[in-house]
Each structure stands twice: as structure tokens, then as C-alpha cells.
């Protein structure tokens, strides 16, 4: 999460920033970015608006505390369907009947992941990984945020096709930024397609969410295998 004007020291404190989190994620829901208020949240949160900015100076730094918990939250749904996977215990639409199955059915939880987030998830619908950001200011790049947090999550998967030119020292330099720049690419394409899956169908077209799986397996294979 991005520091806060003041970071939470109680467990009460810290149970109320994630009240306020909450109320900024279902407002999200019901009412645009632009509409959205510190006092709204306050209101929602059942908390004085002083707490609020306690925490946040603006609604623009509470809308990105909210984005990066959402990636916080994606990590974590990432790496326990991995981990019922690898155990066996995993019931999830890529899973098979022996387990853990590599780096291609870690991606296709990758999606499915966000496909459930992005379905269910309050908030994340408008703010996912990033917030909105106003014409005039600085561009963020959540994409390299979580193609980054990705690739760290996966890195025990990946190990398994460690890419051409590793073993030594520049080797191991130059194809770490190769693997770099291949999730950079991946997450931006998948990005791109499963926004198309979502103007296609509300619940996100399937024919374009399975070709977005065999896309990043196709591409990827590239620098994996």
C-alpha cells in the first residue's frame, strides 16, 4: 500500500482504514470517480470525516491505497489457488486431477484470477489495479506494477523453463530483463484483450478470454520453454 499521512499502530485504527477502504470500494459501485468524495466515504464508513484525513489527503490518495490493496488481494487469491493446486485441493476451471501443472496452468489462474476480481470484486471494476487519473496529470503504470508482482509470485513456476542465455553472470542479466520485459508485454496484451471481453459481454466474453489464455501461453512459451 502507498504511505499513508499516518500509518495505523492500534488494530482499531487499522480496522477502521480498511472500513474506509471498503465504503470507497462500494461507492465505486454506485457512482463515478468524479463524483466520488472524501465525505461520502466518511458517511458510508460511519467514521468522522477527520479520519479519513487522517489517512488520506485526498480522495485521489485513497482511491490508490485502494488499487494497491486490490493488488494485494489478487497476489493473494493468485497464491492460494497455486497452493490448493499444488496439494491437489484445487477445484478451479484449469485444474487437473494431479495438481500443480507449471508455468501455463499458473497463468491461466493469473486470468481467472481477475476474471473473478473483476466480476465480484467492489470497486475493482473502475479502480482495479490503478486509479483514474485526470488528463492533466501523471500517467501512472499500474501494468508494471503487476507485471512485476507477478513474475515474483510466479518465480518457483518459472524456474522450470529458465529462459536462453542464463548461467552466468551476464547471461543471468540479460535474461532476467528478457523475462522482464516478456511480462511487461503479456500483462499489457491480456489487459488490453480482456477490457475487449468485458465491452463484449458484462460478464466477460468466454471466446475472447480463451483466446487470451492461449495467446499468453503461446507467447510466453517463447521465453519459458
Not at 500509518?7 to 468524479?34: F, H, K, M, N, T
Not at 473502475?126 to 503504470?141: D, H, M, R, S
Request: net charge negative; aromatic share 6%; charged share 30%.
Amino acid at each position: 500500500m502507498p504511505p499513508l499521512r499516518r500509518q495505523p499502530v492500534q488494530r482499531r485504527s487499522a480496522e477502521r482504514l480498511g472500513r474506509i477502504l471498503d465504503a470507497c470500494a462500494e461507492l465505486l459501485d454506485e457512482i463515478s470517480y468524479e463524483e466520488l468524495s472524501t465525505r461520502a466515504v466518511a458517511e458510508r464508513a460511519n467514521v468522522p470525516i477527520g479520519s479519513v484525513y487522517r489517512f488520506f489527503s485526498n480522495k485521489r490518495a485513497m482511491a490508490e491505497a485502494l488499487a494497491h490493496r486490490n493488488l494485494d488481494e489478487y497476489a493473494a487469491r493468485i497464491t492460494r489457488r497455486l497452493a490448493a493446486s499444488e496439494s491437489g485441493t484445487d477445484h478451479g476451471p484449469d485444474s487437473g486431477p494431479n495438481g500443480g501443472g507449471g508455468w501455463r496452468e499458473a497463468m491461466d489462474v493469473v486470468v481467472d484470477e481477475y476474471l473473478a476480481m473483476k466480476r465480484g470484486a467492489p470497486g475493482f471494476a473502475l479502480i482495479e489495479f490503478g486509479n483514474p487519473v485526470p488528463a492533466t496529470a501523471q500517467p501512472q503504470q499500474p501494468n508494471h506494477l503487476v507485471a512485476d508482482r507477478l513474475r515474483m509470485l510466479l518465480a518457483d513456476r518459472l524456474a522450470t523453463g529458465a529462459p536462453a542465455g542464463a548461467g552466468d553472470a551476464a547471461g543471468d542479466e540479460a535474461a532476467e530483463e528478457r523475462l522482464r520485459v516478456a511480462f511487461l508485454l503479456a500483462v499489457e496484451a491480456a489487459d488490453a484483450l480482456l477490457r475487449l471481453a468485458f465491452r463484449v459481454d458484462p460478464e466477460g466474453d468466454p471466446a475472447i478470454v480463451a483466446e487470451t489464455k492461449e495467446l499468453l501461453r503461446a507467447y510466453l512459451a517463447r521465453v519459458l520453454d
